[in-house]
């Protein structure tokens, strides 16, 4: 995981950039003041040492060739997972940050329509069903548009404007799930089609 470059500073103090150094973490009770109300987990962490390994990692230089540092906790051991596949991995978590920020966004998935675990659930896996829908839908769109247009260099670059496209189907389609009238529907799927095929290069 990620950890802000004030959080864990006595253990990032003891690693040089691009190395990783395992550590053991131990907390006490000023740096638990946030989970006083949850005594259970709380003294889990009171009591509990912690070995996990601290990276500092170079992603890149800044406008003036400095290093912009990305400081890294994880608990997979070196021959897992190397300073330099961390940085890797770094990469790969921003699609997963993106996905949650446009379901927690541009899907209200936070906006429960009850308190019950089992609503709360059935809201959940609805969203996910839903996004994962969206996504089908723009990749199987992008396929079909990159096959019959080309750019001169041979590659047709489509922007994915993900947030367009969810803004402005996600009503199409829940009247498309509920409808049973199937000229409705293919009416529907047509307007969904052409939606997304437009907003994609906007």
């Not at 709380?42 to 990276?55: D, G, H, M, S, V």
């Not at 890149?60 to 912009?68: A, M, P, S």
């Not at 922007?159 to 009503?171: R, S, Y």
């Amino acid at each position: 995981m990620r950890a802000k470059s004030t959080d864990y500073i006595r253990m990032f103090d003891q690693v040089c950039i691009n190395e990783c150094k395992t550590l053991k973490l131990t907390f006490d009770r000023a740096s638990t003041n946030d989970y006083r109300e949850d005594r259970h987990f709380r003294n889990n962490l009171l009591n509990t040492e912690y070995e996990l390994r601290f990276a500092k990692v170079a992603i890149r230089k800044d406008e003036e060739r400095n290093d912009v540092v990305e400081t890294l906790i994880t608990n997979q051991p070196e021959v897992v997972c190397s300073p330099e596949q961390l940085k890797d991995l770094y990469w790969c978590r921003w699609n997963i940050e993106t996905s949650c920020n446009r379901q927690k966004n541009r899907m209200k998935s936070e906006e429960f329509s009850g308190y019950r675990p089992v609503l709360i659930k059935q809201d959940i896996y609805a969203f996910m069903w839903a996004y994962n829908m969206f996504g089908l839908k723009i990749i199987e769109k992008n396929e079909k548009i990159q096959s019959s247009r080309q750019s001169k260099n041979g590659k047709y670059i489509i922007k994915d404007n993900f947030n367009k496209v969810i803004g402005a189907i996600k009503n199409t389609l829940m009247e498309y799930l509920v409808t049973t009238d199937e000229i409705r529907k293919q009416e529907l799927l047509k307007y969904m089609d052409d939606s997304i095929a437009r907003l994609l290069h906007t």
